[in-house]
């Protein structure tokens, strides 16, 4: 790690009232500015024509702009390459991974990425919700709504019954009942999204239609062919094994029940709003997520598990692969995410 407590346990921010510390000498900062713009804001990091690093944060409760050279970053994270107990100034904590250079979260993969994963929902929990309204002008629930009656237009059968998988909170699984889903399975591996996810389903007084199920999409707990409608939204790109998850979505899915995916796609299109929503998405995203929940690391992954994840056309033979038919997908949100149908053949 970059950020290092003293011997005796004491944050670095009790050695600093300003300024980098380095071995050599301090760097001073440069006078805080009072208005930027979100141009300012790139991830991993903006380096300008001067050969300037501009790094956006949080200090005693004010915005400012930090701006440091290049080669006090790079004298920075080589001596935490090092191992050398190298404080900076806590203006940077937030940043710490662009610091060492971990810009490459999405490309996690095994037993590492799952852990990642749910950490990082763990620690984001209780703003989960807010933040996705606010990344999506609120559209995420539209885009379920959508999602639920395309997945019900299978007809059910006697005890039908509905897999949410990655339900998070409980939107997807929640618009299932609304839409008319008799009886919803809702499965997640993170604890704190089931508990607000049964607070959601006690206020709507679904907690009867709803059964919560802690587990992992990589290998569900659940017997085969039992739901006539499986659903996941949001939650593809965030697996270590796709075509593991996308089988277990299937193994568990009844013959001739249907299986449904919303999740957030490569923007391929384009235009002026695919750019504008492709800069938004990188640039401002990771900003937001840093100030509603305090945590830079999620929201910095949450673009970069979107660019290397499969596009529609791609995620469709996924589905073919798996062992569904007429796979099929439409596009919502002008290209930004796409809701994918599959269903099982009868046996």
């Not at 007809?155 to 009886?183: E, M």
């Given at each position: 790690m970059l950020l290092n407590a003293d011997d005796n346990g004491?944050?670095?921010?009790?050695?600093?009232?300003?300024?980098?510390?380095?071995?050599?000498?301090?760097?001073?900062?440069?006078?805080?500015l009072i208005s930027f713009s979100f141009a300012s804001f790139v991830h991993p990091a903006f380096c300008d024509s001067t050969g300037t690093w501009a790094i956006a944060g949080q200090l005693r409760h004010n915005t400012h702009i930090l701006v440091m050279s290049k080669r006090v970053v790079s004298e920075l994270v080589t001596a935490n390459?090092?191992?050398?107990?190298?404080?900076?100034?806590?203006?940077?904590?937030?940043?710490?991974?662009?610091?060492?250079?971990?810009?490459?979260?999405?490309?996690l993969t095994g037993a590492e990425k799952t852990a990642y994963v749910r950490a990082m929902f763990g620690r984001i929990t209780h703003r989960y919700d807010l933040l996705n309204t606010v990344i999506s002008g609120g559209m995420h629930h539209r885009w379920?709504?959508?999602?639920?009656?395309?997945?019900?237009?299978?007809?059910?059968?006697?005890?039908?019954?509905?897999?949410?998988?990655?339900?998070?909170?409980?939107?997807?699984?929640?618009?299932?009942?609304q839409q008319g889903a008799p009886h919803v399975v809702g499965l997640d591996f993170v604890p704190g999204m089931l508990t607000l996810a049964g607070i959601k389903a006690r206020r709507r007084k679904l907690r009867g239609k709803l059964t919560l199920l802690a587990g992992d999409a990589q290998g569900l707990p659940l017997p085969s062919d039992t739901f006539q409608w499986v659903?996941?939204?949001?939650?593809?790109?965030?697996?270590?094994?796709?075509?593991?998850?996308?089988?277990?979505m299937v193994r568990v899915t009844q013959p001739g029940g249907?299986?449904?995916?919303?999740?957030?796609?490569?923007?391929?299109?384009?235009g002026l709003f695919p750019a504008l929503f492709r800069w938004y998405f990188r640039r401002v995203t990771p900003l937001l997520g840093r100030v509603l929940t305090g945590d830079h690391e999620a929201y910095t992954y949450l673009p970069e598990?979107?660019?290397?994840?499969?596009?529609?056309?791609?995620?469709?033979?996924m589905l073919e692969a798996a062992g569904l038919d007429h796979v099929?997908?439409?596009?919502?949100?002008?290209?930004?995410?796409?809701?994918?149908?599959?269903?099982?053949?009868?046996q």
């Amino acid at each position: 790690m970059l950020l290092n407590a003293d011997d005796n346990g004491a944050p670095p921010s009790q050695h600093f009232n300003s300024g980098v510390s380095r071995k050599g000498g301090t760097h001073s900062l440069p006078p805080f500015l009072i208005s930027f713009s979100f141009a300012s804001f790139v991830h991993p990091a903006f380096c300008d024509s001067t050969g300037t690093w501009a790094i956006a944060g949080q200090l005693r409760h004010n915005t400012h702009i930090l701006v440091m050279s290049k080669r006090v970053v790079s004298e920075l994270v080589t001596a935490n390459a090092a191992n050398e107990a190298t404080p900076i100034h806590p203006f940077l904590y937030p940043f710490h991974s662009i610091l060492r250079g971990d810009t490459s979260l999405a490309q996690l993969t095994g037993a590492e990425k799952t852990a990642y994963v749910r950490a990082m929902f763990g620690r984001i929990t209780h703003r989960y919700d807010l933040l996705n309204t606010v990344i999506s002008g609120g559209m995420h629930h539209r885009w379920r709504v959508k999602a639920a009656r395309t997945a019900l237009e299978v007809a059910p059968t006697p005890n039908a019954k509905a897999l949410d998988v990655a339900t998070g909170t409980g939107d997807f699984a929640i618009s299932l009942l609304q839409q008319g889903a008799p009886h919803v399975v809702g499965l997640d591996f993170v604890p704190g999204m089931l508990t607000l996810a049964g607070i959601k389903a006690r206020r709507r007084k679904l907690r009867g239609k709803l059964t919560l199920l802690a587990g992992d999409a990589q290998g569900l707990p659940l017997p085969s062919d039992t739901f006539q409608w499986v659903t996941s939204g949001f939650n593809m790109r965030n697996v270590a094994d796709l075509p593991l998850a996308l089988s277990e979505m299937v193994r568990v899915t009844q013959p001739g029940g249907r299986v449904v995916i919303l999740e957030i796609t490569p923007i391929e299109k384009k235009g002026l709003f695919p750019a504008l929503f492709r800069w938004y998405f990188r640039r401002v995203t990771p900003l937001l997520g840093r100030v509603l929940t305090g945590d830079h690391e999620a929201y910095t992954y949450l673009p970069e598990s979107v660019a290397q994840f499969q596009n529609a056309p791609a995620l469709a033979r996924m589905l073919e692969a798996a062992g569904l038919d007429h796979v099929r997908y439409q596009l919502v949100g002008f290209g930004a995410a796409a809701i994918h149908v599959g269903d099982k053949p009868r046996q």
